[in-house]
Nanobody
Framework: QVQLVESEGGSVQTGGSLRLSCAVSGSTSRMAWFRQAPGKQREAVAGIYTNLGSTYYADSVKGRFTISQDNAKRTLWLQMNSLKPEDTAMYYC??????????????????WGQGTQVTVSS
């Protein structure tokens, strides 16, 4: 069993930065951040294979967002820089315990956080 508890998001202006965190209990093989804006499908933002430390990013956030974890694998972060209005969404931390699947596939995750709102104003 894995429990995920996300920090509060926030509101910033265009170009600003925010860091999201997700407290993790239980073992995982892969974790990711997804987001969902009103009227849009949930999309993968960034993923990390927790044992290897390899990271992956959506093209829309590459170079601006960084996913990372602490050494104990008890906290997952998403550092978001150069934020744009189109980054406005509910952000979710998610985890998978087993192997297989791809980091972008929301159906491949077993556990989800409660979601946290990020709002970027122009």
């Amino acid at each position: 069993q894995v429990q995920l508890v996300e920090s509060e998001g926030g509101s910033v202006q265009t170009g600003g930065s925010l860091r999201l965190s997700c407290a993790v209990s239980g073992s995982t093989s892969r974790m990711a951040w997804f987001r969902q804006a009103p009227g849009k499908q949930r999309e993968a933002v960034a993923g990390i294979y927790t044992n290897l430390g390899s990271t992956y990013y959506a093209d829309s956030v590459k170079g601006r967002f960084t996913i990372s974890q602490d050494n104990a694998k008890r906290t997952l972060w998403l550092q978001m820089n150069s934020l744009k209005p189109e980054d406005t969404a509910m952000y979710y931390c998610t985890a998978r315990q087993g192997l297989g699947g791809t980091w972008r596939d929301a159906n491949g995750y077993d556990y989800w956080g409660q979601g946290t709102q990020v709002t970027v104003s122009s």
